[in-house]
């Protein structure tokens, strides 16, 4: 053998380490190619002929230290003949203890295991066999009596480890020594009966400096992290600088973190374990089974400095002139941004959801004019008693709509939107549509512009339509209820004014039978009293509102109806009116009806004796959000020795008392032009 041979030696990952303890001894340059082992995994043929290939391109030499468990694998060898040598041995443990050793092995059924199947493929030996269940553990006592666990002398590993996996399994162990003699004679045999070949070099187009420098600027500026994974070790061969810009780690830091050689809280707790485990089943996927399929999966991370971050990673396998995949490029994009928008777009559209559901409003877009996109929520169609797929096709919805709308709505509906749609007004509509059922439903329907054309025309609407029909049923009800309570208070108003009219009869016949004077008057006086009041119930039966009466009309129908009671004493005698635009209620009407009533007639008494003319003026109006009354004479006056609040006569008592008590005003005399009385209150 020459010295400078190059040799590659494609092994099964279980005997990778016993391998590159045996070539440390032996002549010659080595370049081990270690695969997954596929009496565990399923393992893609073309996988194995990949590295067959590299290897006989990349060295003179080219060996195969893996079993025939595979079950392409002789009909692959026959392809390459003498170019590869594969060491004597039908699966690993074999070609590890010797045919003798391992046959007494198999004959006890003992289960040969070595170190990686206790540290890197015990998830997958126990998945692969069902130990966690019943008929799994079956499988493995009608197979196996014991397990032995075959311990090399360089292979250090916790024993604690040998018996956890023997209690999982339900069997016993032994731990044997092992060691690698058989392996390196049959390496050393392999190597003499080898012939060493021309290194076949692949030509490559190699980026010049300038290309480099080209590439490097992009993958420094592009704002996304490209990285580079190896299809054979599974791990991350190059990440672009833009990590730090990122993330916030350096590329070293990150190449340590990926690969797994630090452990840093990298990913988010609950997204970790699902994107590694992802990410690994599609490269192997992609091994395996040459998917082309690019990947892409959206993850939270913690940056540096500890906040959260999301990002999208993409994979892509690469492949090299023969078709084999040699490694996957990726890339991580940082998506925070587009994911806080969609967490506001998502809380707007629930509580715009939110708000609809409470509404009980049916949502409709379209274009102007309608087309075949012509949307309507299911509340929508549900208000009228269809389903959406009862619905005509949207080229003829308007229409079906028209004709739904009762024929007394339809042509002020139809205008509204002619209106709307030519920018004039808003489209804010009730009509009556008809149900599926066949009744009228009241609708409100309010519709915004979201487009418009060059010519400032509405070129897009959405609307909101709500079901009033509860609503409008409720307002009737509200009506026929007021109506019928107008109909009872006029007609206690109108029974309240004759039941005085009736009183005022009364006073009026017993007065007839008085012979005194003085007492003849009482009675006069109070039946002025009894009709004054009677009035106001009179003007309130009469009056549009129930509540009010127009009190210059009120005043007015007094003064007249207290000359036609003082007729004489009233002769020369004129009237001014001035009230502006005041209604008062009836508890105030009442004790303000009084007090004209005694103070008008106190004037018509007193106030222009011996036929003296003279002028009354009553005045009432709003000063700072105050009633101000005032009944005035220019007759000859109160004399000074009279106080109104303390004098025997009940006229002036009563003005008094009404004002004071029953108004919580306050009263006032001016004696100095004729007498003035002013009475201010709050209504």
Not at 273 to 289: D, G, H, P, S, T
């Amino acid at each position: 053998m020459m010295n400078e041979i190059s040799v590659g030696i494609i092994t099964c990952a279980s005997m990778h380490e016993q391998i590159k303890e045996c070539v440390a001894s032996l002549k010659g340059s080595f370049k081990l190619y270690p695969l997954i082992p596929s009496c565990t995994f399923t393992l893609n043929i073309d996988l194995i002929r990949y590295y067959l290939n590299r290897s006989i391109t990349e060295n003179n030499v080219t060996l195969l230290a893996y079993g025939i468990c595979h079950p392409q694998m002789l009909a692959l060898l026959t392809e390459y003949g003498d170019r590869v040598v594969r060491l004597r041995g039908n699966n690993c443990f074999e070609i590890f203890l010797g045919l003798t050793k391992y046959t007494e092995y198999h004959r006890k059924c003992y289960w040969m295991l070595t170190k990686p199947f206790f540290t890197i493929y015990k998830k997958e030996l126990l998945a692969g066999f069902g130990a966690g269940t019943h008929h799994g553990r079956m499988l493995i006592e009608e197979s196996y009596k014991k397990i032995v666990y075959l311990k090399f002398e360089n292979g250090q590993l916790d024993l604690q480890l040998v018996g956890d996996f023997a209690s999982t399994v339900g069997l016993g162990y032994e731990i044997h020594a092992a060691d690698t003699a058989n392996l390196k004679r049959l390496l050393e045999e392999a190597l003499a009966s080898a012939s060493p070949t021309s290194q076949v070099k692949l030509l490559e187009s190699s980026p010049t400096d300038s290309e480099e420098s080209e590439i490097r600027t992009i993958l420094e500026n592009i704002g996304e992290i490209i990285y580079r994974i190896d299809a054979h070790t599974k791990n991350f061969t190059f990440i672009s600088s833009q990590t730090e810009t990122i993330l916030g780690y350096t590329q070293a830091e990150f190449m340590d973190i990926m690969n797994d050689y630090v452990q840093v809280p990298f990913y988010h707790e609950d997204d970790r374990e699902q994107v590694i485990a992802q990410r690994y089943n599609f490269l192997v996927k992609c091994l395996n089974n040459r998917m082309q399929e690019p990947y892409g999966v959206e993850y939270r991370v913690k940056h540096k400095n500890g906040t959260t971050l999301w990002v999208r990673e993409s994979i892509y396998p690469s492949y090299n002139p023969g078709g084999i995949i040699e490694s996957f490029i990726g890339k991580i994009v940082d998506i925070t941004k587009r994911k806080q928008v969609e967490e506001d777009l998502r809380i707007s559209e629930n509580r715009l959801a939110m708000a609809m559901e409470a509404s009980r409003a049916g949502i409709y877009d379209h274009a102007v004019p309608p087309g075949a996109e012509f949307y309507h929520s299911p509340r929508w169609a549900e208000i009228l008693g269809y389903t959406l797929e009862e619905l005509p096709p949207p080229e003829k919805r308007m229409q079906w709509v028209t004709e739904h709308i009762h024929p007394d709505d339809r042509a002020g509906s139809e205008k509204a939107y002619v209106d709307f749609i030519e920018g004039r007004t808003k489209f804010d509509v009730e009509v009556r549509m008809k149900h599926k059922s066949g009744r009228l439903v009241y609708v409100h329907d309010i519709s915004n512009a979201t487009a418009h054309d060059e010519n400032g025309q509405v070129a897009h609407i959405t609307g909101v339509m709500m079901d009033i029909t509860k609503q409008k049923q409720a307002e009737e009800q509200i009506r026929a209820s007021l109506k019928e309570k107008e109909v009872l208070l006029r007609e206690v108003y109108h029974r309240v004014k004759n039941n005085m009219q009736v009183v005022s009869s009364l006073l009026n016949l017993q007065s007839e039978h008085i012979k005194d004077g003085k007492y003849r008057e009482m009675f006069e006086e109070s039946q002025d009293r009894i009709q004054s009041m009677g009035l106001v119930h009179e003007m309130l039966y009469q009056s549009g509102s129930l509540a009010k009466i127009d009190f210059n009309e009120y005043i007015t129908s007094l003064v007249r109806q207290l000359l036609q009671l003082h007729s004489v004493k009233a002769d020369g005698i004129a009237f001014k009116i001035e009230v502006v635009d005041i209604s008062l209620g009836i508890d105030t009407a009442v004790p303000c009806g009084l007090i004209i009533n005694e103070l008008v007639s106190n004037c018509l008494k007193h106030a222009f004796p011996d036929g003296r003319k003279g002028e009354i003026t009553i005045r009432l109006r709003s000063i700072n959000g105050r009633i101000e009354l005032t009944v005035e004479d220019n007759g000859v006056g109160i004399p000074d020795s009279i106080d109104i609040k303390n004098t025997e006569s009940l006229g002036l008592d009563l003005v008094c008392t009404l004002a004071e008590c029953q108004l919580n005003g306050e009263i006032t005399l001016e004696r100095s032009k004729g007498t003035k009385f002013t009475i201010t209150f709050e209504e």
